[in-house]
Nanobody
Framework: QVQVVESGGGSVQPGGSLRLSCAAS????????MGWYRQAPGKEREFVAA????????SYADAVKGRFTISRGNYKNTVYLQMNSLKPEDTAVYYC???????????WGQGTQVTVSS
């Protein structure tokens, strides 16, 4: 059974930083994409950042370019999202997604809350 688990959310003041972690387990496919999405109250879930299993392809939403960094962990199937210069508009529930490269849908974690407020 595939499991995707996020951690690291919390509350921070504008300009602060947080690092989110995502660990995936229980799958056997070797070609996949791991990404971060977020959903603010009253809004649709939106893409934040993603990278391929080997780290060869990385993409970011325009809203977070230059502030957020996605990276792989030392342990297999782990990704991080380093978030710097946080803004109130970054407040959302952040979700990790694991998707096989040739699939349209993936596996979601339960989400972790990030709140940016003074």
């Amino acid at each position: 059974q595939v499991q995707v688990v996020e951690s690291g959310g919390g509350s921070v003041q504008p300009g602060g930083s947080l690092r989110l972690s995502c660990a995936a387990s229980g799958f056997t496919f070797s070609s996949y994409v791991m990404g971060w999405y977020r959903q603010a109250p009253g809004k649709e879930r939106e893409f934040v950042a993603a990278m391929t299993a080997g780290g060869g392809a990385i993409s970011y939403a325009d809203a977070v370019k230059g502030r957020f960094t996605i990276s792989r962990g030392n342990y297999k199937n782990t990704v991080y999202l380093q978030m710097n210069s946080l803004k109130p508009e970054d407040t959302a529930v952040y979700y990790c997604n694991l998707r096989p490269r040739k699939a349209d849908l993936g596996f979601w974690g339960q989400g972790t809350q990030v709140t940016v407020s003074s």
